[in-house]
């Protein structure tokens, strides 16, 4: 007969949510210390503001080029070009280009602050698990070829690459962007106008900043236009019109060819399914071989428009705000009994506990 | 004093691609589980699980019309409301409590919420019993 020694856990002893997310007992031994976010550790090279709730690239690129661009046109705008045509055509005209000039700002700072759909690299346990999958050859001597993975997508083969930083096989359309070091789902490109990559989660925020974009610099670009021409009809002429604003006129002038290119493009990529990083690639231009088709588009345009831009937002997978857990280095197997980490969301804390609880008491009354 | 638990083995459930970049897990029964829980009842979590993840990512109207309404606002109330995605998140979650209570606690095996491993893996740990004995 065993006689079991084990000491009920008092669920009232567990540490609630809402107060601490400290496990008590285990503290003793170590020092009390501020609880740590998880972003403070992350792994990657990003920025984050805000305590994790902002994130960007590390290298910003030229996001504050941009702002300022944008900025600088609308003001000069705003106080040179309105009056005129408040006076002599519409009061439209500033609602309109307020109502743009916000709606751009505020997509520019959801693209640029957005995690883009970055995945977590692998835990040491899923990688070990991996690694005794495929290298069976037990020769470590030198780094192996690339290893790759072969599954079928809607009948076609995809070759899924493994991220020697990432320890993990890349999901199909994941590519691991160099500048932030980060597997990135969906992965379109790294945009340095924004200082973000652009992926899953914020494509949707970065194509209506293009569109929307566009609408704002061809909208002030006519509005210039007809500024200078009703100057110009009023007997001045129009160099002398002209040089009362040349810097939005020239910004307005080579601004909108870029973005209406790129926009343009963007819908080309949505209303097929694509992404730049595959159509720069080719992957599905059938070069290499026949029957090479995009395995991902629905081979209808509103289909496939709906699955990019309307689909459900999908959630970030890098728990940012998280705490982590007291003892960072808890990967053995052999672990005591605390409270699991089970879930960043607080009120799970708790249940994970109570799970613990039940396995614990479970497994002592299995005889 | 405290009881010890010692983790056989961890189990991982990796993703199923067949159909695209949705979120699935492969319904394969692993050999190390083929002790501790019947096949069948294994291949129904797992079938939830796809289901409700199906349901998350699924195009439907009301999802086109959340889409379209949230663009016209420049994406702001997603900073305000919880997102279709997230509500099913929260079902799955209370579904793997349930089914660790109910169904793999018993057997001495944990599964892990897959949304803490990045959606890439069911993380199944396998316990040891370790009794002890006067």
């Known amino acids: 007969m065993n006689s079991r020694d084990y000491q009920q856990i008092d669920p009232q002893a567990l540490p609630t949510p809402a107060h601490s997310p400290l496990p008590h007992p285990a503290d003793r031994r170590q020092e009390p210390r501020t609880p740590r976010r998880k972003w403070e550790v992350f792994p990657g090279k990003n920025r984050f503001f805000c305590d994790g709730r902002i994130m960007m690239a590390r290298?910003?690129?030229?996001?504050?080029?941009?702002?300022?661009?944008?900025?600088?046109?609308?003001?000069?705008?705003?106080?040179?070009?309105?009056p005129f045509l408040v006076k002599h055509l519409t009061r439209c005209i500033p609602a309109i280009g307020g109502v743009l000039f916000?709606?751009?700002?505020?997509?520019?700072?959801?693209?640029?602050f957005t995690d883009p759909g970055i995945l977590p690299r692998a835990t040491p346990d899923e990688a070990a698990d991996v690694e005794r999958q495929i290298?069976?050859?037990?020769?470590?001597?030198?780094?192996?070829?690339?290893?790759?993975?072969?599954?079928l997508i809607n009948q076609q083969v995809i070759k899924l690459k493994y991220?020697?930083?990432c320890k993990m096989f890349r999901p199909p359309r994941t590519s691991h962007c160099s500048l932030c070091d980060n597997c990135v789902e969906r992965f379109d490109h790294h945009c340095p106008w924004v200082g973000n990559c652009v992926g899953k989660r914020n494509y949707r925020f970065f194509y209506t900043f293009i569109v929307s974009l566009s609408f704002l610099t061809a909208f002030i670009f006519g509005c210039v236009t007809t500024h200078l021409a009703l100057r110009?009809?009023?007997?001045?002429?129009?160099?002398?019109?002209?040089?009362?604003?040349?810097?939005?006129?020239?910004?307005?002038f080579f601004s909108v060819w870029s973005i209406l290119g790129l926009s343009g493009?963007?819908?080309?990529?949505?209303?097929?399914?694509?992404?730049?990083?595959?159509?720069i690639k080719g992957s599905w231009s059938g070069k290499s071989g026949d029957g090479v088709t995009n395995p991902y588009s629905q081979k209808n345009i509103f289909i496939n428009c709906c699955s990019v831009l309307c689909a459900p937002m999908p959630p970030s997978l890098i728990d940012r705000r998280g705490f982590l857990p007291p003892n960072e280095s808890a990967q053995t197997s052999d672990a005591d009994i605390e409270p699991p980490r089970l879930n960043h969301k607080n009120e799970m804390n708790v249940v994970g506990a109570s799970l613990h609880l039940v396995l614990i008491v479970t497994l002592t009354n299995l005889k | 004093m405290r009881q010890q638990v010692a983790v056989a083995a961890k189990v991982f459930i990796q993703r199923d691609y067949t159909n695209g970049t949705m979120c699935q897990f492969q319904t394969k029964f692993p050999s190390d589980l083929e002790t501790k829980i019947d096949k069948q009842q294994f291949e129904e979590t797992i079938r939830t699980l796809n289901n409700l993840y199906a349901e998350a990512e699924k195009l439907s109207s009301q999802s086109?019309?959340?889409?379209?309404?949230?663009?016209?606002?420049?994406?702001?109330?997603?900073?305000?409301?919880?997102?279709?995605?997230?509500?099913?998140?929260?079902?799955?979650?209370?579904?793997?409590q349930e089914q660790n209570e109910k169904v793999y606690a018993p057997r001495g095996l944990l599964l892990t919420d897959p949304i803490e491993r990045g959606l890439r893996v069911i993380e199944i740990t396998i316990y040891e019993d370790r009794s002890f004995s006067r």
């Open chain 1, 102 to 112: 916000v709606f751009v700002l505020i997509t520019l700072f959801q693209t640029s």
């Open chain 1, 265 to 279: 493009f963007h819908t080309y990529l949505v209303a097929s399914n694509l992404t730049t990083n595959e159509d």
């Open chain 1, 232 to 252: 110009a009809q009023g007997g001045k002429g129009l160099v002398f019109a002209l040089q009362e604003s040349p810097v939005e006129l020239a910004i307005c």
């Open chain 1, 59 to 82: 290298g910003c690129g030229v996001f504050p080029l941009t702002v300022g661009l944008i900025l600088v046109t609308s003001t000069l705008f705003f106080i040179f070009d309105c």
């Open chain 1, 163 to 165: 991220c020697f930083t």
């Open chain 2, 64 to 96: 086109f019309i959340e889409g379209c309404l949230a663009c016209l606002t420049a994406y702001t109330v997603f900073l305000c409301m919880e997102t279709h995605y997230e509500k099913v998140l929260k079902k799955i979650a209370k579904y793997i």
């Open chain 1, 135 to 151: 290298d069976d050859t037990g020769n470590t001597s030198y780094r192996p070829p690339p290893r790759t993975k072969e599954v």
